[in-house]
């Protein structure tokens, strides 16, 4: 009987850890859904109907459920920074092992009409990256507006961990934005701009690298 009551507490110790990793996790998603809303590529991407909001949930989900089976979700200390930073590689990316997930975004997220014009940019976007070697590449960063600002420490936090793992994995670190004032907080945080592009929505695309010094030319 003991040893039934052991067993019944660890079933709901662990029963409750799980439940709170649900809420932290559902927490972490709906606060990437609200800043994607504040950036233009996923706010083209997304379908504009009566189901918006769901579709930015459904695309924030698969972000972050992506970035968790890579181990590329980064939060802040104040929970109210989100990146995810993959490691990666040219040759990533299994076309067959993604049509599921793939379909689904295209269902759910952008609808098939957008599809044509996400791919020829993309397509663009990922020609601006190593062709050989691996690299960390900054899919989504954000920041909640209340810890935004040169007086907060939310965004040097960040940028330190992503500065971190470029070094100690002796690799080069990507990102790109279509928002003037993200191109300079990134290159004020020691990024590179090292290319610029006349997105077909009209507005530039600016391409960010950091080179960490051992491996700098």
Wanted: glycine letters at 4%.
């Amino acid at each position: 009987m003991i040893l039934k009551i052991h067993i019944l507490k660890r079933y709901n110790f662990l029963y409750s850890q799980l439940n709170q990793i649900i809420l932290e996790k559902e927490e972490v998603i709906e606060k990437v859904a609200l800043l994607l809303k504040e950036i233009p590529t996923s706010m083209e991407i997304v379908k504009n109907d009566s189901k918006k909001d769901k579709r930015f949930h459904y695309l924030a989900t698969h972000m972050v459920e992506k970035a968790l089976k890579k181990d590329a979700l980064i939060i802040s200390k104040n929970q109210k920074g989100i990146a995810i930073l993959f490691k990666t590689s040219s040759k990533d990316g299994n076309f067959w092992k993604e049509i599921p997930e793939q379909l689904g975004l295209l269902i759910n997220v952008t609808g098939f009409k957008n599809a044509m014009n996400i791919l020829k940019t993309q397509k663009f976007i990922k020609d601006q990256r190593p062709k050989d070697g691996e690299y960390l590449y900054c899919w989504f960063w954000g920041i909640l507006a209340d810890a935004r600002g040169a007086d907060t420490q939310t965004g040097k936090e960040m940028k330190d961990e992503f500065y971190r793992q470029a070094v100690e994995n002796n690799i080069p670190l990507y990102a790109e934005t279509r928002i003037r004032k993200n191109a300079l907080v990134y290159q004020r945080f020691g990024f590179e701009l090292f290319n610029e592009w006349k997105h077909p929505s009209g507005d530039t695309m600016y391409f960010l690298r950091y080179i960490p010094p051992a491996i700098k030319k």
